[in-house]
């Protein structure tokens, strides 16, 4: 069975600071998609970065980043400049071609001024 | 686009009470998913459709659950003889199979049951 961890429960950062966020997952298939979700207080899941299984080349989007290890089954996430906004839950989620998502449990990061 | 949305956003009733809740997906998306959100935890997949059709349905989907999407559009998630387990956010999601951006699936705001 496919499954994700995320095995920091909280962080904390300074503003300005960065960041990196762990997920690992668990799955036998070999073409599959990788995402960070972010979700604020208001509880809106958004999303942040993705990764293609097949592409070698880690995804960036502005102040974040993903390192993606295919043999290790990692896919850890980078924020670069941390900024109170970036405050909530952020997720890790794994999915397979036009199937559902799993997620992880979730990471809570706080943003210290 | 006006994104995914729920409704309601919150919904409180006693136990043994039927709930039901509505999403309208991205108005071209044809796959339509539900997942529910324990306090602390992440979302776990419910069950989903592509147009009108219930395609795979989750073990936590018990008996008393029921969703429709009968025109293959907006969808509706039951719960008959609602039970405390059941408080939770339940998220609706859409997207658009077999297209150029099949693999990003976009979250609407959740609707927050709280069963006394």
């Known amino acids: 069975a496919q499954t994700v961890t995320q095995s920091q429960p909280e962080m904390s950062v300074q503003e300005a600071e960065t960041v990196t966020l762990s997920c690992t997952y668990d799955?036998?298939?070999?073409?599959?998609?990788l995402f960070w979700y972010k979700q604020p207080p208001s509880r809106q899941m958004i999303l942040v970065i993705r990764?293609?299984?097949?592409?070698?080349q880690n995804a960036t989007e502005n102040r974040f980043s993903v390192n993606f290890q295919k043999a290790a089954k990692s896919f850890s996430l980078k924020i670069s400049d941390s900024q109170l906004g970036d405050a909530a839950m952020y997720f890790c989620?794994?999915?397979?071609?036009?199937?559902?998502?799993?997620f992880g449990k979730g990471t809570r990061l706080h943003i210290l001024p | 686009d006006t994104g995914v949305s729920q409704d309601p956003r919150h919904k409180i009733t006693k136990r043994g009470q039927n709930v039901t809740f509505r999403c309208d997906p991205i108005?071209?998306?044809?796959?339509l998913y539900w997942y529910r959100q324990t306090l602390g935890q992440g979302p776990e997949f419910l069950t989903y459709?592509?147009?009108?059709?219930?395609?795979?349905k989750s073990r936590l989907l018990s008996d008393r659950f029921s969703a429709e999407r009968p025109k293959g559009s907006f969808s509706t998630l039951e719960i008959q003889r609602t039970e405390q387990g059941d408080s939770a956010m339940y998220l609706c999601?859409?997207?658009?199979?077999?297209?150029?951006?099949?693999?990003?699936?976009?979250f609407g705001p959740g609707t927050r049951l709280t069963v006394l």
């Open positions: 989620a794994y999915r397979v071609r036009d199937d559902k998502i799993i």
């Open positions: 799955t036998s298939e070999s073409d599959y998609y």
């Open positions: 990764q293609e299984a097949y592409k070698q």
């Open positions: 108005s071209e998306h044809n796959r």
């Open positions: 459709f592509q147009n009108e059709a219930q395609l795979e």
């Open positions: 999601a859409s997207n658009l199979a077999g297209g150029l951006s099949t693999d990003t699936q976009y």
